[in-house]
């Protein structure tokens, strides 16, 4: 085994990463960028669907 596997023993769990973001408006570059991909992340997000329920009777 190696480093890699040394973590992945130690590791409790997949959990959202600690973020510190400075607000979009602090960039006039990043806001831009945000605003010409909302609708494409938009048009992407109204074809989303729930993922299918855990069965009890799983084998």
Known sequence: TGPWHDQ????TGIVKPKTDYA???????LL???ERSL??????????FDPIPE???QE
Do not use: G, I, M, V
């Open 8 to 11: 992945l023993r130690q590791s």
């Open 23 to 29: 607000p979009l408006e602090d960039s006039p570059r």
């Open 32 to 34: 831009e960028f945000y």
């Open 39 to 48: 609708p494409f992340f938009n048009d992407l997000l109204a074809h989303t």
């Open 55 to 57: 069965s009890d009777d």
